[in-house]
């Protein structure tokens, strides 16, 4: 049994299919990247899973169980958390108070307020924001929000966790700490599904790759598959 | 052509920008590279109206516009596509790109220029009748920049234009910049990839904490110890 | 600021100088129906009301940032069930009956509506008071024949109390509420609904709650006020002024703050009650322009101008980081 997959998903926007009949399976631990050209429907696959959009066909089932058709606060609580492509943070609160809010709802468990801010503390400093916690979210770097959103969905403690292009917009150092970031998430027993366009990232973490195109699975197979394969190139690597 | 004196900006107490100067000549594609919160969107937004300098002054074409409100800045033939592409959202994507021309000498040339965005963005005519807001992340930036290259201007100002899109296209993009430089546009590029900017940039500036740390000729820079360990990770 | 627990509210000395001005003022407030001028009583019940009413709309509108002008439905309501059980039960029940009403009334609309977003929900809590009003209207002229009804005598004392405590316990659960992590979600709903909810925050169920619950003070407010003018009707108990004027006080006041809504609303009905009875004709008219002026000058209202001076005077800003 896969933690996560999906059969024949599709969903429809006017006479347009974003997502068109996607199977797509991810394995408890793995890291497994979702890459394709821009428009091609990935964050809206996101969408579906994380019941943000509700599909038009097909199902969509979460350690097992059928999650189609469920509100996004019910699958939070099952244990499937991800971060937005737009960030969408809590901007006129501290920063600690985003990460406080996923530590209380996210979960079925009755928090303290103090222990409540001592978990939030801690997933600051797992993601580097340690300094920064009473700070306006809006005041934030944009990279920093994208940290933000990541330990906001941490605290929900997912098992599943969906990221949508956390480096888009990070230089070189920022990318090799946030790949160093999304193998610490996994050392946690997180399994992770992240949608990328940085391809030293994907390339280097990923355990598996699944490549959309028009709203279509094109590929799928591992790194150095993914790399080779002459679709792929000629339809979104380019060299 | 666009030439930035000892400026100095604030957000309100805060100050931003220390004693910037730079300049881009005509034809150049000069880079402004630098990591985040160093200070490049807020000079952007300075130097394109959007933010007023507490000191110093911006010029164009010799003429000082830091006092001008942004639309009359695009009127002289500046164009800014911001960060992350911000569309119209209730608009068609023909639509968006009709708003780009809206200055009155872009405006008479609007059927070809359209040729032209078409060419370089296929993918913005196969979505022209779509609402801008049905587009990818992605698409937003390319509609944004088609938007700008419509308004047909001597300066284009890029920032971050490689923002969320697929390799295969942060490749054309690049491309496409230095396709405008051979229409005879001016560019100033602002970028995280730092790497493709120098290669295609003649000139770059590094921005650091607000202040200018670096300057010069782009192959020299490329080979600078600083730059290649800050920035590029090497 | 990080949440405060109910203990650390306790233990913290910083609330212990205004939680003892306040309990001062409470005891002289209560006090005053034995030993202040009459008058007093009866104009305090009125700005009492409008704090309640206020306060009320702030619970849900502030956070959520959709603005209802519901709050006359669920005040009407309040007058209603005062017009209709007051001589059958005791006060203190019918008061509580003229909440729950309206705060059913709430859950129904609530659940009904709350998806519609920005000004759609705003038309459609306003265009809710058309309808209770000309429903009841009708009921009134076809079934009872008459229209409006007595509502029981009540003495402005009992009256000045009851305003008192509903008062007290709406800006205090406004203010619970507020500091517990479910301020803190409405909070959250209201800048990013979506993101909200994919932590795990149920988004309807926290909106509809809210909503029930400050319609329970402005309707219970309302069973209270009827027993004061004796004689109500649909058009006196559905009044939309009471719908617009506790937005306008919220606003004047600053809808970010507490105590800037409550000061906001004391202010307001202090103005409106001096006007009324020394310019009967213009009153109207100064009010607009003290809301012209305080949107155009004072967009955080009065509560933004106490914080910017107090920014001003401990400095400091933050940097981009």
Redesign the interface.
Known sequence: MFVLEGQGVTKYFGGLAAVSDVDFHVDQGEIVGLIGPNGAGKTTLFGLISAALVPNSGTIRFKGENITGLRPHQICKKGLARTFQSVKVFSDMPVINNVVLGVHFGTSERVKAAQAANEADRLLEFVGLSGRAMVPAKDLTLVNQKLLEVARALATKPEVLLLDEIMAGLNSTEITQAMELVSKIRAQGITIFMIEHVMKAIMSVCDRIMVLDHGKKIAEGTPQEIATSKMVVEVYLGE | MLEVRDLNTH????Q?LWDISLEVNEGEIVALVG???AGKTTLVNTISGLLKPSSGSVSFLDKRINSLPAHVIVELGISYVPQ?GKVFPEMTVRENMEMGAYPIRAWKQKDATFEQVYRIFP?LKE?EK?LAR??????H??LAIGRALMSKPMLCIFD?PS??????????MFQTIQNLKEQGITIFLIE?N?RRSLEIADRAYVLENGRVCLQGDCVELLQSDHVRK????L | MIQLSWASIRASKSYLIPGIILLVGLIVLAGLPSFGPKYSVIFLSTIFMYIVLTTGWVMFSGPTRQISLATAVFFGIGIYIAAILGKHMPLLVMVLIGGLASSVMALLVGSLTLRLKGVYFTIFTFGLLELIKNAINWYEVTFTGTRGRFVVVVDNNTIYLYMLAITVLTVLTAFLIRRSKYGLALQSIGEQEEAAAHIGINVTLMKVSIFAISAFFMGAAGAVMATRWTYIDPFMAFNMNYSFTPVLMAIFGGVGQLGGVVSGAIIFAYLEQILITKYPFYYMLVFGIVMVVSVLFLPNGLAGVVKNWRARTTGGRYVRT
């Open positions: 957000y309100g107490k805060v931003a990591s985040n919160g992350g993918r979505r779509q049905t587009l990818s992340g992605g698409e930036q390319m971050e923002y969320g899109l697929a390799p295969l296209l942060v490749k054309e995280q730092v800050a920035y590029m990770g």
